[in-house]
Antibody
Framework: QVRLQESGPGLVRPSETLSLTCSVSGDSIKDYFWSWFRQPPGKGLEWIGHIYATASTSYNPSLKSRVTMSVDTSENQFSLNLTSVTAADAAMYFC????????WGQGILVTVSS | EIVLTQSPGTLSLSPGERVTLSCRASQSVSRNYLAWYQQKPGQAPRLLIYGASSRATGIPDRFSGSGSGTDFTLTISRLEPEDFAVYYCQQYGRSPPNTFGQGTKLEIK
């Protein structure tokens, strides 16, 4: 059974970098697209971007200047970095497998506050 | 960027009823790469339909998707209590970006 688990700090200070990792178990990260999404409290879903095992990436143009994704095949995990965060970046962040996304992590709530 | 507009925003229905949710795209969705997700409070989304009309693994056959081009629908033939949730459509054919509709909330009447 495939499982995805997000990890990282739940609190990030304004202007700093949000860094999250998604650990994959039960499947090889060498297949599929691996995606990040976010959802502000009470609002809808936003696709942040995805990465393939070859490290090929695609990002949402609205976030592209601040987003970097990477993959670590030896650890079977992939990561998200979002720079210069503001209050608008506070959200539940989800990682997922595939396009469309058939397997999701449980999500991690990120608050932006000083 | 393809904008997806879902309607209605909220629906109040009773268990046993049939419901059709709409998702309209601002331009044609490439290869009908349109998915539907269900999300319950405090949970991650769950993939229901992909490719506009194919049910994902383990999804009951009361859920069906149809449509092509710019107009898509999700039908639940007979509502069960566990179906009351928020439903999102997503296009993944013209990326970046993949885009989501704003969601339709299905609530118990």
């Amino acid at each position: 059974q495939v499982r995805l688990q997000e990890s990282g700090p739940g609190l990030v200070r304004p202007s700093e970098t949000l860094s999250l990792t998604c650990s994959v178990s039960g499947d090889s990260i060498k297949d599929y697209f691996w995606s990040w999404f976010r959802q502000p409290p009470g609002k809808g879903l936003e696709w942040i971007g995805h990465i393939y095992a070859t490290a090929s990436t695609s990002y949402n143009p609205s976030l592209k200047s601040r987003v970097t994704m990477s993959v670590d095949t030896s650890e079977n995990q992939f990561s998200l970095n979002l720079t210069s965060v503001t209050a608008a970046d506070a959200a539940m962040y989800f990682c997922g497998r595939g396009q469309p996304t058939s397997v999701w992590g449980q999500g991690i709530l990120v608050t932006v506050s000083s | 960027e393809i904008v997806l507009t879902q309607s209605p925003g909220t629906l109040s229905l009773s268990p046993g009823e049939r419901v059709t949710l709409s998702c309209r795209a601002s331009q044609s969705v490439s290869r009908n790469y349109l998915a539907w997700y269900q999300q319950k409070p405090g949970q991650a989304p769950r993939l229901l339909i992909y490719g506009a009309s194919s049910r994902a693994t383990g999804i009951p056959d009361r859920f069906s998707g149809s449509g092509s081009g710019t107009d898509f629908t999700l039908t639940i033939s007979r509502l069960e209590p566990e179906d009351f949730a928020v439903y999102y459509c997503q296009q993944y054919g013209r990326s970046p970006p993949n885009t989501f509709g704003q969601g339709t909330k299905l609530e118990i009447k």
